[in-house]
């Protein structure tokens, strides 16, 4: 099998079984065996063998020798991992998963975009302004794939720009959330004037190296985001 065969089916045998427990349908204290997998899903021995070691290195499922592949509790996962948020938002516990980004988000981003108004390059400066003017021109027309890719960037950019090595390690985490929103069908058919308006604020802060006023700012803008998760408490389906 070439390379580019065995990472496609290596792919979704790892998709198959990652949601399946993490929807639950594969419950703590489950289970599996290489040749079970191999079987269901026609794959060699070495791809059900290397999927199993990376659901391992995720907290997903733990192997011992003369027990086998055993599924793990959901406080053995390795909730950062960003695959393990995808399917966690793909899933039927989607609105918590959405609710605990959230808070970290609130706990984390306004205090990286104080700091980013302290250490952010000149480069990064230009570039966060530019971002916040061009979520608002994609933003007013409802240009929703675009608008994702630049909010990605943008928040990316202000972890990153924070010079906090801990704060840019959630970037990822950050974007699949993000992408989440968009591509599940969370997101309002188009930002709201308020979101807008706050993406810009930070900008124009950090641009200005006005750190409070930076992490107010983006305390706004994340509120703007927790008011928006609450309609999912109500078993809305969607954020339209």
Request: proline share 3%.
């Amino acid at each position: 099998m070439s390379r580019v065969g065995f990472e496609s089916r290596h792919g979704a045998v790892l998709e198959a079984i990652g949601r399946e427990i993490t929807d639950g349908d594969l419950e703590s204290g489950d289970t599996l065996t290489l040749e079970h997998i191999q079987e269901r899903f026609g794959v060699s021995r070495t791809v059900a063998r290397e999927t199993m070691r990376i659901l391992e290195s995720m907290g997903l499922v733990t192997s011992r020798r003369r027990v086998g592949i055993t599924v793990q509790d959901a406080t053995s996962w390795n909730v950062f991992d960003p695959r393990v948020i995808w399917w966690r938002l793909a899933g039927s516990g989607r609105d918590a998963q959405l609710r605990s980004l959230t808070e970290l988000r609130i706990a984390v981003e306004p205090l990286a975009a104080g700091a980013a108004a302290w250490n952010a390059s000149a480069e990064q400066r230009t570039r966060i302004v530019e971002l916040g003017a061009r979520l608002r021109g994609l933003g007013e027309r409802g240009l929703l794939e675009d608008f994702m890719q630049a909010d990605i960037a943008f928040h990316t950019l202000l972890l990153e720009a924070s010079g906090n090595e801990m704060f840019a390690a959630l970037a990822d985490v950050v974007a699949v959330v993000l992408r989440g929103r968009t591509q599940l069908g969370l997101m309002p058919r188009q930002p709201v004037p308020e979101a807008l308006d706050a993406h810009e604020n930070v900008a124009a802060a950090v641009s200005a190296g006005q750190y409070r006023r930076a992490e107010e700012a983006m305390r706004d803008l994340l509120g703007e985001v927790r008011d928006a998760m609450a309609p999912l408490g109500t078993g809305n389906p969607s954020l339209d």
